[in-house]
């Protein structure tokens, strides 16, 4: 009789037991990361590459507009080569000076509102340096430009942050098409501004894009990685759930949960040690690519402007403007004619001709390896101009240098999109922009003042430069293809 209660206590302890092992059922949660991937690729991500590729057009726009002004300033100012080569340089020192603060302040205060600050005042500084009245104030107005046009980097972040990955390798290469068209349409529209209404009319053209685009920024929100990084999980909800409804899509269950992270856009982040080589690499690569990408550029329009063959100048036309005052000076006017624009248009239109074949390389051969071939390629291509051959063979290794430095661009901008983390990543992006415009400040010295005492050391120099960049890529320590974007470090 005493075992009855002994199994009845022993019954009860057991059920304790066993009701105290029942866990209550876990909430379901997601992060953004998950949240993009599930809702996949739609029509949101269509609008998202058409606005914010359209960035593109007018930095191009923009930044090549010095190339086909800068004959015209050279005749209506008599400035000398070394002057015409410094605007371009102060364009540059803008840029690289503002790319560093406004990558700071985007890690800090969101993407989309430094991208808005960055197009009013590039299209504010851009209608006021057609009213320059002279050379200095031309040079200071352009180097405001620059500043602004350094902000529109922050489209390509929000580009990548809304992407699933399996689409990053893709359609970010895709914006390329962007930036040509901007080089296309600028020089399009100098060979009919330029003879006509002049530079100054050109120039308020140029920045009619730019303002245009500014009223349809409206229509893409805030990052939601950013977001979140910044503790504001309600906001990031919202912008995922309207992706959703615009893809029609279902989103993933549960809430969205990620540790804010309190750190954003600190220095220290970029020199950490578990990014401190790949930092110092990215921006080796990104001011060697500038070197190549804008010394290609100004050297195109020293050659077509000089019609340089077989590494010398061809005998100047004797007419009887010879013996003008304008001609003996040491800064006699040289303006393009309709040949030059059509082979700048040749040109120019390289910088798509590899663009399929750079997407494949990409997603199949991966980041690092894909940069290593085409930077390889563009030193080699660099040494073939010395080669004594007619204007057309001239130009033809003209268009394959751009598409070559231009596929070098498109590798790099998408490695340096994705190997930093959210809470770095416009910093990374702003610094690497930094050093990119320093071999963009360095370029114009080689392609228009060095390249007339040294035609074969300037390509020598160009080189050189572009097999250390290589080097760097292949050797880069994080391969990104394939990997998901990380939130934090």
């Not at 003042?449 to 074969?456: G, R």
Request: charged share 15%; net charge positive.
């Amino acid at each position: 009789m005493a075992t009855a209660p002994k199994e009845a206590e022993n019954a009860i302890g057991l059920e304790e037991i066993h009701s105290e092992r029942k866990e209550p059922p876990k909430e379901k949660t997601f992060t953004v990361e998950e949240a993009v991937e599930t809702i996949g690729f739609g029509r949101f991500h269509i609008m998202l590459f058409l606005i914010m590729g359209s960035t593109g057009v007018v930095e191009a726009m923009e930044i090549m507009l010095i190339a086909v002004v800068s004959p015209l300033i050279q005749c209506e100012w008599q400035l000398q080569d070394w002057q015409v080569a410094l605007v371009t340089t102060m364009v540059f020192f803008g840029y690289m000076v503002f790319s560093i603060v406004l990558g700071l302040l985007a890690d800090r205060y969101g993407r989309w509102k430094i991208l808005l600050l960055s197009f009013l005042w590039a299209a504010y500084f851009s209608l006021l340096t057609s009213f320059a009245p002279s050379y200095i104030w031309f040079v200071f107005l352009r180097a405001m430009v620059g500043g602004g046009v350094s902000g529109h980097a922050q489209g390509l972040i929000i580009k990548t942050e809304f992407l699933p990955t399996k689409y990053r390798g893709y359609m970010l290469p895709l914006s390329q098409v962007f930036w040509l068209a901007g080089s296309l349409l600028i020089i399009g529209l100098a060979s009919v501004v330029n003879p006509t209404i002049g530079w100054r009319w050109l120039i308020r053209i140029a920045s009619i894009p730019g303002i245009l685009l500014i009223l349809v920024f409206k229509f893409i929100p805030e990052s939601a990685r950013y977001n979140v990084s910044t503790g504001n999980t309600g906001a990031a909800l919202a912008t995922l759930q309207r992706i959703a409804r615009i893809n029609r899509a279902a989103g993933p269950e549960g809430q969205l949960r990620e540790p804010a992270k309190e750190r954003r856009g600190s220095f220290k982040d970029l020199i950490h040690p578990k990014y401190l080589r790949t930092t110092l690499q990215i921006w080796i690569i990104w001011l060697g690519i500038a070197f190549a990408y804008y010394g290609v550029i100004l050297a195109s329009a020293e050659l077509l402007e000089r019609d340089l063959v077989c590494g010398s100048a061809a005998p100047a036309l004797q007419d009887s403007r010879d013996d003008s005052e304008e001609s003996h000076s040491p800064c006699h006017c040289r303006l393009f004619g309709p040949a030059a624009y059509q082979s700048m248009i040749i040109s120019t239109a390289g910088e798509i001709a590899l663009n399929p074949v750079n997407i494949l390389c990409i997603n199949l051969l991966g980041r690092r390896l894909s940069l290593c071939i085409t930077m390889g390629c563009t030193a080699l291509f660099f040494l073939l101009l010395n080669i004594c051959t007619s204007s057309a063979g001239t130009v033809g290794f003209l268009f394959m240098l751009r598409a070559l430095v231009s596929a070098n661009f498109n590798t790099i901008y998408i490695y340096t999109a994705e190997v930093y983390p959210t809470t770095m990543r416009a910093l990374g992006m702003g610094t690497s922009g930094a050093l990119c415009r320093v071999g963009a400040m360095v370029a114009p010295f080689i392609s228009q003042v060095l390249i007339s005492a040294s035609f074969l050391g300037a390509l020598c120099l160009f080189s050189s430069v572009c097999i250390i960049c290589a080097i760097s890529a292949v050797t880069l320590p994080i391969e990104t293809k394939g990997r998901a974007l990380q939130q934090v470090k």
